[in-house]
């Protein structure tokens, strides 16, 4: 029978139906299982993913399998497990409750750390001792794994964490003690198993670039997250359609004719804006990048430094990949009830813990994931409060349901495209962090485009030699900036 860690094997009839809806907007994951039924260019590719259990990524997993993939899975993050998913995956299209046929996944929302590495640890072993032969991360710590386990099997021993060493460190460390324990050779026969890792996001790459320059990556890597296809839709695309979707769940405030301050204005910040421009904000942004704040003029909107405008901002949004963006003392100074929120870095763009140190501040929850922090009356003000949502973390994905399908579909298209690569051309990528070649970058585009009725304009043989390109492209330089 299938092994499994989910939280309810009974939820996987409501996550069928979830998912029956997700492929309908995932079209480049459908057009892929019928472009490779035949082939079945994954038959005896055994993957190993670490990647938000949520239903998009089942549609994921199930195209893998529709490729001849046998597939292994756990979640990346310990909270953004959809458990009806997880259990619909476990159980899969043709199983029951009774007799799940799908795919093993240890995964539930809300494990604990030591729990979450426990996972991690049971995505390696598909039974009868076969191995991995192909990783597909999201943040690294699937490859993290393996590479601490060749290491520490090479020096024979897993050292002991030291106070300065965050817990989770101490977490891994610990899996790495257990596993060494019942087998000293574990992840050194994984490393020379696996044929290639992809990785999904901008963390989990900077990660690999780093064991490539200090020469320790043990496997081709493939950088997913920088096909255009991929970090525009996810930056750009996911945010203007969630942000204020976050916004109106968490607090049904009319965003028009409202003050909107937007820090950074990078990919994120050009989605956070037309989202809330698209709701008749008026909006003013900040940066520190001359040319991200030209362009932002160029748009017709303002450029200030933040302490211009905290007294007269509505709604404050932060983009920037940057901490200490929206610091205590200036949320002090906001107007009453203005909104904080924060769609860049995981939690320290907004300044919370400065906020709960204010002498008498007061938290008051509205419901889950909104917040008013009261300012205690001082001198020359009465008492006011800041509406803070999701506690300074992702509020598209605290206050709203993350990126929708179509968006994810283009990630995915590109990570299934990816494992393909990796796995048949063994031998063409070498041991080190590639991108998807433009052409394939494309065609992750072309096969979104039925889905949206766009018809598009062949070039003449003669057009294309005018401005030098293929008939079929690429049709742009690789550096090209779209
Ligand atoms: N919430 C989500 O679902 C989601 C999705 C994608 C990316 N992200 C995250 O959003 C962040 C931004 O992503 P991106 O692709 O837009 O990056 P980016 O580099 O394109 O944009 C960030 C911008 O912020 C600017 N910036 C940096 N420090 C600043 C400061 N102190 N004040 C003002 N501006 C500053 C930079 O100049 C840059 O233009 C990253 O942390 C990324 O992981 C979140
Ligand atoms: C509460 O709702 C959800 C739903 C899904 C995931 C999450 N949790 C995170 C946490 C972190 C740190 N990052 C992400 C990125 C940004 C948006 N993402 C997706 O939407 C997504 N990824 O895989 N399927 C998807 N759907 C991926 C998502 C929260």
């Known amino acids: 029978g299938i092994e499994f860690a989910v939280a309810d094997l009974s939820l996987a009839e409501a996550g069928r139906k979830q998912l029956r809806l997700a492929e309908v907007e995932m079209p480049g994951l459908m057009a892929l299982r019928r472009e490779y039924a035949d082939s079945q260019p994954l038959k005896g590719a055994r993957v190993a993913g670490s990647l938000h259990m949520t239903v998009q990524t089942a549609v994921l997993i199930e195209t893998l399998v529709a490729l001849g993939a046998e597939v292994r899975w756990v979640s990346c993050n310990i909270f953004s497990t959809q458990d009806e998913a997880a259990a619909a995956v476990v159980v899969g299209p043709n199983g029951t409750v009774e007799q799940p046929s799908g795919s093993p996944v240890f995964a539930w929302k809300g494990e604990t750390l030591a729990e979450y590495w426990w996972c991690t640890d049971q995505l390696f072993d598909f039974g009868d001792g076969r191995l991995p032969n ?41 899996t790495l003690r257990e596993s060494l324990g019942r087998d000293t050779s574990r992840f050194t026969r994984i490393a020379k198993e696996v044929r290639g890792v992809t990785e999904e996001t901008t963390n989990g790459v900077k990660r690999l670039y780093k064991l490539a320059k200090e020469g320790e990556l043990l496997f081709p890597a493939m950088n997913v997250n920088d096909s255009v296809t991929k970090s525009k839709f996810d930056n750009k695309y996911g945010i203007r359609h969630s942000l204020i979707d976050g916004l109106n769940r968490g607090t049904d405030v009319m965003i028009a004719g409202k003050v909107a301050v937007v820090c950074g204005y990078g990919d994120v910040g050009k989605g956070a804006v037309e989202s809330l421009r698209g709701q008749g904000a008026r909006v003013v942004v900040t940066e520190i990048d001359p040319i991200c704040a030209l362009q932002a003029a160029m748009e017709g909107l303002d450029v200030v430094e933040l302490d211009d405008v905290v007294e007269r901002g509505d709604i404050f949004i932060t983009t920037t990949g940057n901490f200490d963006i929206i610091m205590a003392d200036q949320m002090a100074k906001m107007k009453h009830n203005a909104i904080v929120a924060n769609v860049g870095h995981f939690d320290n763009e907004i300044d919370m813990a400065g906020l709960a140190k204010i002498p008498g501040i007061q938290k008051i929850e509205i419901k889950p994931q ?26 598209n994905l605290g206050n709203a349901t993350g990126h929708p399908s179509f968006v994810m579909s283009n990630s995915f298209t590109n990570q299934t495209i990816a494992q393909i690569e990796l796995f048949t051309k063994q031998g063409e990528y070498t041991t080190d962090v590639h991108v998807l070649p433009k052409h394939l970058d494309e065609k992750v585009a072309r096969l979104h485009l039925d889905a949206l009725g766009v018809r598009l304009t062949k070039l003449t043989k003669r057009q294309a030699e005018y401005i030098g390109v293929d008939v079929e492209g690429p049709y742009k330089l690789d550096h090209y900036r779209y």
């Not at 192909?134 to 386990?149: P, R, S, Y």
């Not at 300012?375 to 009465?382: I, K, L, S, V, Y």
């Open 134 to 174: 192909m990783i597909l991360d999201d943040g690294g710590d699937a490859t993290l794994l393996i590479h601490k386990g060749v290491e520490f099997e090479a020096a024979g021993a897993v050292p002991q964490a030291t106070e300065e060493d965050p817990e989770e460190y101490h977490l891994v460390l610990e």
């Open 370 to 395: 909104v917040h008013e922090w009261v300012f205690p009356a001082t001198a020359d003000r009465e008492a006011h409060s800041i509406i803070v949502l999701s506690e300074g973390r992702l509020m």
